[in-house]
């Protein structure tokens, strides 16, 4: 009774272990809701304990064209229109403008607001899209989200009116923070799902025109984004790891028994 034991619960402890590391939530990039933020709850969060990971930011400015082949479209001869800038949004060519941004950035999850609204007409009243209250998501990976408030007409000529869209990723894996400062230059940035049927006009994954960020931010609150954890490479771990722990435990078993039944007394 006291070798089965000795057999069974080695094992079994080794089974348990595996299933609680199963079980375990990994860490991931993905974040947590934002307060005032427009964004859903993502299914984890990193954590961030400590005070000095929080940074208010009130001076975040952004530098961006949106894309230059709508700019040159708006303004040629086809659609003949034109952009306005207002509520504290800018334009300078080739560039607009967000500045006075702010929020809130705890270990470099957070988003950030700004004011202002761009609107772009053209042929005649027919092309009239305005992108207003601009957001920038982190949520700690090297994507970081630009959210619009879209309304207007698509190209097909469809009534646009919604809030908090998720229109643009950056890829931000060059941020870096100096002097107190953190910077991101020229970044990738390319249309989301949701921007291009809010936009009506471009395929989700177009590559946008390269952006420019910077606020003020420590390395604590803004450290090194890392690339997101993925569903596939998350699951592919858990079953490599169960995998591997219920073979020891196998072979722990197997080894127990064999010597178990070798120093068994025989019975004459
Ligand atoms: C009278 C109606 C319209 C006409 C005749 C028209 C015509 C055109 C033409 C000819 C192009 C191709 C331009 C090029 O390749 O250089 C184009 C592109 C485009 N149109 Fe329109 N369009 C109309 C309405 C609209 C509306 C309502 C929108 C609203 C969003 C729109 C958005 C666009 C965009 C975003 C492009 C792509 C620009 C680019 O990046 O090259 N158009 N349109």
């Not at 199963?22 to 933020?37: D, I, R």
């Not at 698509?154 to 931000?172: C, H, L, R, S, Y």
Request: aromatic content about 6%.
């Amino acid at each position: 009774m006291r070798r089965l034991n000795v057999c069974v619960l080695g094992p079994a402890a080794l089974i348990i272990t595996a299933i609680a590391i199963a079980l375990t939530p990994m860490t991931s990039n993905a974040a947590e809701p934002v307060a005032g933020s427009r964004l859903p709850a993502l299914e984890s969060s990193t954590s961030a304990s400590a005070d000095d990971a929080t940074c208010e930011i009130s001076d975040a400015a952004i530098t961006w064209g949106i894309k230059e082949s709508l700019r040159s479209y708006i303004s040629g001869t086809i659609a003949n229109g034109e952009w306005a800038v207002s509520d504290g949004a800018t334009y300078e060519t080739p560039n607009f403008g967000w500045s006075t941004g702010s929020g809130v950035l705890d270990a470099g999850e957070g988003v950030i607001a700004f004011d202002g609204a761009l609107r772009f007409t053209g042929h005649d009243g027919i092309l009239d899209t305005t992108l207003s209250s601009l957001e920038l998501s982190f949520d700690g990976s090297t994507t970081a989200h630009l959210i619009f408030d879209v309304s207007g007409t698509t190209q097909d000529g469809n009534p646009v009116d919604e809030t908090g869209v998720e229109f643009a990723d950056i890829n931000i894996a060059g941020i870096a923070v100096t002097d107190g400062r953190a910077t991101l230059n020229d970044a990738p940035v390319v249309l989301t799902e949701t921007g291009s049927a809010a936009f009506g006009t471009y395929p989700a994954g177009e590559a946008l025109d390269p952006i420019t960020v910077n606020f003020s931010a420590t390395e604590s609150c803004m450290p090194a984004p890392k690339e997101a954890v993925t569903a596939l490479a998350r699951n592919t771990a858990v079953i490599v790891t169960v995998g591997v722990v219920v073979a020891a435990g196998g072979l722990v078993f197997y080894v127990a028994r064999r010597r178990g039944t070798k120093r068994e007394p025989t019975t004459k």
